[in-house]
């Protein structure tokens, strides 16, 4: 079954302490990103990777880190620095054919709250 | 940088009847428009999209329309069922060339009651 798996779906952090979370996709995507999703608000880009070895920030890429050495997997680690109490992290994955078939597909997403 | 605005925030409609979302944008370079639904706990699910080079593109009970001049975009739901309650959301590229890097709005709660 292909797709884009993300773990855990629930995560909680104490306060000082860094987490990362998993994501992983048998879609064969050259491209992966890293949203963020605040309660009742929209999607705002943290970091994405075209290719493996490679990655570039988005706009609110303070307090996040990431690494993409194999094509498949994209893990995005949540420094102490990140403050908010709750979380919704959204990975996602698309071609990069430049062509129609550039679509972004999202995961079911990790909730991470802090205690 | 982009910026996409959504309105209406939340839209109540009877089961049957027509929803409509409208989105504006402000990069003029933007040339990819797609629309997003959410259920409570899940990643978004793309569920139509439409390039700079077409005007309205219709997929079954959802259409898309686009007027580039006005940098505007809506979603039109005809013939609403209960499960198309959701959160919607309108995206629009920023740059002319990554599609990923989306800007998106900050959603549509749309209610259908039966």
């Known amino acids: 079954d292909g797709g884009i798996t993300q773990s855990p779906k629930y995560l909680f952090r104490k306060e000082g302490q860094n987490v990362t979370l998993s994501c992983e996709q048998n879609?064969?995507?050259?491209?992966m990103y890293w949203y963020r999703q605040d309660p009742g608000q929209g999607l705002r880009l943290i970091y994405y990777?075209?290719?493996?070895?490679?990655?570039q920030k988005g706009d609110i890429a303070e307090g996040y880190s990431v690494s993409r050495e194999k094509k498949e997997s994209f893990p995005l680690t949540v420094t102490s620095a990140q403050k908010n109490p709750t979380v919704f992290y959204l990975c996602?994955?698309?071609?990069?054919?430049?062509?129609?078939?550039?679509?972004?597909?999202f995961g079911s997403g990790t909730q991470l709250s802090v205690l | 940088g982009e910026n996409v605005e959504q309105h209406p925030s939340t839209l109540s409609v009877q089961e049957g009847d027509s929803a409509v979302i409208k989105c504006t944008y402000s990069?003029?370079?933007?040339?990819?428009f797609p629309w997003y639904k959410q259920e409570l706990g899940k990643g978004p699910q793309l569920i139509i999209d439409?390039?700079?080079?077409?005007g309205e593109k219709k997929d079954q009970r959802i259409a898309v329309t686009l007027n580039k001049t006005a940098k505007h975009f809506s979603l039109h739901i005809t013939e609403t069922q209960p499960e198309d309650s959701a959160v919607y959301f309108c995206?629009?590229?920023?740059?002319?060339?990554?599609?990923?890097?989306?800007?998106f709005g900050a959603g549509t709660q749309v209610v259908v009651t039966p």
């Open positions: 439409i390039r700079s080079n077409v």
């Open positions: 990069d003029s370079a933007s040339n990819y």
């Open positions: 879609l064969n995507h050259d491209a």
């Open positions: 995206a629009a590229s920023f740059g002319d060339y990554f599609w990923g890097k989306l800007q």
């Open positions: 990777s075209q290719i493996v070895n490679d990655f």
């Open positions: 996602a994955s698309s071609v990069m054919t430049g062509g129609t078939n550039e679509k972004l597909f």
